[in-house]
Every structure is written in structure tokens, then in C-alpha cells.
């Protein structure tokens, strides 16, 4: 292993769920935002990650690739965790300095905590974690994990293997040195899950340079953007849109985001079953470019999720200067709900008639369209780097 400096180095661990071009997380969107704001800061990121290189999708080039081969992600057992720990920690000892900065993992999986904990223990360098979204279920104890699998209709041995990750994946987090969340509620979930009371809210950042208001037709009447996903909300909307059909026949909305090819078989069936075929676009994926023209082009953004830890899609619409219909949770009302309107979730009716209430209400839509981009101005992606190198640098007290 090569000797040289720890003062700018941080090795990251980026083993990400998503294909560029299909559907990608706010956590991918956002940590290549980041590590533009890292680099800035004189910081250098050695990512391990799987290959193709996440940047080379995006076609920006921000950080040190270290590309790992042969390994699943997201591992499914304890062997397929072993592998991919096993191949970065490889890749790791030819490819970043004896002693780091720090060990960062980009998010709260297992892919990404249990490698960054060897580092750890090989490095002596801090564990940093950023917790977008914590899935209780993945860090529950060993034997309630099991006894979980076994509900759910596995064989004991086959419970015990798909235990493994789990109970290494919270052991990992328990370990790690600096817990960041995006938010309150990410903050509140990660610590009622792990039984900490340690983590730091610093938050997200939004470019409003390329995120921002455009002169264009509104040829849409409403827009949703993100993952078409059963978390964001997508069947709620459907059914919302297809009552504001029954008194708008004309009304259009456009649904921009990727999604594999299950669920986007999944909306399609819906979209046909509600006769929706003439009122709904299914854009997919598309280009920051191309999303900032489409979100232009709409009078309303509408995001009905179900659970958030940030939520950078809805930064992106307000930077646009969107008037937006939210859902009522937690994270969304902690960093948007002043500059926007707030709705139950699963509420099928109370969707429909606020969107239908803001689409006859042009006065309202100046007003939160005003609103929308004040309220998210102050999100810097330069403040959550410079903010997250604070915390790292900080002597950690036991």
C-alpha cells in the first residue's frame, strides 16, 4: 500500500443500487453534486465503486474511480457480502493511502457500512455514515432477523444466511465514528432504529444555476419527478388524476423518472385500467436538462410519497419556481412545507381536490411559485461538503 498523505484524502464507499439512464436515487444524484463541492475544497475522493464508473454515466469526472469487480449488489446473503467486502478491500489496499482522511459510506446500506468498517479496523481512519432513509429491517439483531425470515416463509439455514447482513450491516453502523442525516425525520428513524442519539442533521444541497424558472408554455397541468416507485406515491397520484378527469377530460399530467421494468409495467396496466391513456405521459428517464424544460412546461409539480429523508426532487422542482402539492411527512414538511401544500398521504380524494383547487386558482400558483424558489435558495451544495468536512475533522470523543 502506498504511503501518502491522509490530509486530503477520503476514501468513499459508493456501491450503489442504480443504473444511470433507468432509475437513480436522490443519494446518487446527490453525492455526485457533493463530491463536485469536495473537490473544490482541495478534497480527494478515492470511490470504490461498482463499475462502470458512476461519473462516467453522468459524464462528469469529479473523483477517483476504484472500480470492483464481481460482486452483487445488493447482497442478498452473507456469501454475496463477503465477496464484495472481500473485492473491496482489495481494490482498497492498491489504491488509497495507509492513512486516510476518512472512510465515508455514501448511504445506511450494508454494501456500503460493513466494507467502510474493515476499512476502519485496517485504516485507523474515522467511519463516516450519511443515513438518507433507514429501513428498520435492515439492521435488526440476528435473531430477530431470523425469526423475521422464518415468518416470511424461509427454511432456518436459508433465515440464518440472510441474517448475516443485517445484524453486520447495524454491528457496522453501531461501530462507525460520525452518523450525518439529511433530516430530522432521517435523523429520528436512524436513531430510533440503532438506538444512538448521536447523529448530526446537516442536509442536502440544490443547484439553482441548472435548476431554475424558464419562460415556457405550461403545456402540462401537473408533473411529478423521481423514481417511479410504489414509495413515491405513483398509484395515489393515478387515482387522484383520474378523478380530476371525471370534471377535467383534458387535463394532462406527465410523470418524469425511471423505473425497472416491473414497475413501469405495473403504472402502464394502471394508466390503462383508469383510462388514463390520454391524460398521462410516462416520460422515464430523462436529462437535468431536459427535466428542468419539462418541469417549466408544468403548472403543478405533485410528489405523494410515502417516505422521504430529503427528497432532492422536490429542492429541483422549487429551484424551478414549481408551485407544489406535497405529502404530509415528516421530512418534506420539515425542509418544504412553508412554500408549498401540504396533503395527507394515501389520501386519494384530499390529492385530487387540492390539485384541482390550485389548477383553477392562478393567483395561488404565482404565490407559491414565488415562494417556491425563496424557500430552497439557501440549500448549497458547498455548505453540506464544507459542513460534512467539519464533523470528519472533528476529535471524536468515546
Not at 78 to 101: T, Y
Not at 221 to 239: E, H, S, V, Y
Request: proline share 4%; aromatic share 8%.
Amino acid at each position: 500500500m502506498s504511503i501518502r498523505s491522509r490530509a486530503n484524502v477520503i476514501v468513499v464507499l459508493f456501491f450503489h443500487r442504480y443504473r444511470w439512464g433507468i432509475q437513480i436515487r436522490g443519494d446518487e444524484r446527490g453525492f455526485l453534486e457533493k463530491a463536485k463541492a469536495f473537490k473544490r475544497l482541495g478534497i480527494n475522493l478515492r470511490v470504490l465503486e461498482k463499475n462502470p464508473s458512476f461519473q462516467e454515466d453522468a459524464r462528469e469526472e469529479v473523483y477517483t474511480s476504484i472500480k470492483v469487480k464481481g460482486c452483487r449488489i445488493p447482497p442478498k446473503n452473507a456469501f454475496q457480502l463477503f465477496v464484495l467486502a472481500l473485492c473491496a478491500i482489495e481494490k482498497a489496499f492498491r489504491n488509497v493511502p495507509r492513512h486516510p482522511l476518512a472512510i465515508y459510506s455514501y448511504n445506511q446500506d450494508v454494501e456500503n457500512v460493513f466494507p467502510g468498517l474493515l476499512l476502519r479496523l485496517l485504516t485507523g481512519a474515522p467511519l463516516v455514515v450519511i443515513h438518507h432513509q433507514i429501513d428498520a429491517t435492515s439492521v435488526l439483531p440476528f435473531g430477530q432477523s431470523i425469526a423475521l425470515r422464518r415468518k416470511e416463509g424461509y427454511g432456518l439455514i436459508s433465515a440464518i444466511w440472510r441474517s448475516i447482513p443485517p445484524a453486520l450491516n447495524r454491528f457496522g453502523l453501531l461501530k462507525a465514528d460520525t452518523h450525518i442525516a439529511l433530516s430530522k425525520a432521517a435523523k429520528e428513524d436512524a436513531e430510533k432504529a440503532l438506538g444512538i442519539d448521536q447523529c448530526i442533521v446537516i442536509g442536502n444541497g440544490v443547484d439553482t444555476v441548472k435548476f431554475r424558472p424558464l419562460n415556457l408554455s405550461r403545456v402540462y397541468d401537473a408533473a411529478f419527478f423521481g423514481r417511479l416507485a410504489p414509495q413515491k406515491g405513483i398509484d395515489i397520484l393515478l387515482r387522484a388524476w383520474s378523478n380530476i378527469v371525471q370534471t377535467n377530460p383534458n387535463a394532462r399530467l406527465i410523470l418524469i423518472g425511471g423505473a425497472d421494468e416491473a414497475n413501469f409495467k405495473k403504472y402502464r396496466q394502471m394508466i390503462s385500467e383508469l383510462r388514463l391513456v390520454n391524460n398521462v405521459t410516462i416520460a422515464g428517464f430523462q436529462s437535468d436538462e431536459k427535466v428542468v424544460e419539462l418541469l417549466n412546461s408544468s403548472k403543478v409539480f405533485v410528489f405523494p410519497s410515502r417516505k422521504e429523508g430529503f427528497a432532492q426532487s422536490v429542492s429541483q422542482a422549487m429551484a424551478c419556481g414549481m408551485c407544489c402539492i406535497l405529502s404530509d411527512i415528516p421530512a418534506l414538511r420539515e425542509y418544504y412545507g412553508k412554500s408549498a401544500i401540504l396533503v395527507q398521504p394515501e389520501n386519494v380524494d384530499a390529492l385530487s381536490s387540492a390539485i384541482s383547487l390550485l389548477l383553477a386558482d392562478e393567483r395561488r400558483q404565482k404565490e407559491l411559485r414565488a415562494q417556491a424558489r425563496e424557500q430552497v435558495i439557501g440549500l448549497s451544495w458547498s455548505t453540506t461538503a464544507r459542513l460534512e468536512l467539519i464533523e470528519i475533522t472533528r476529535p471524536k470523543t468515546k
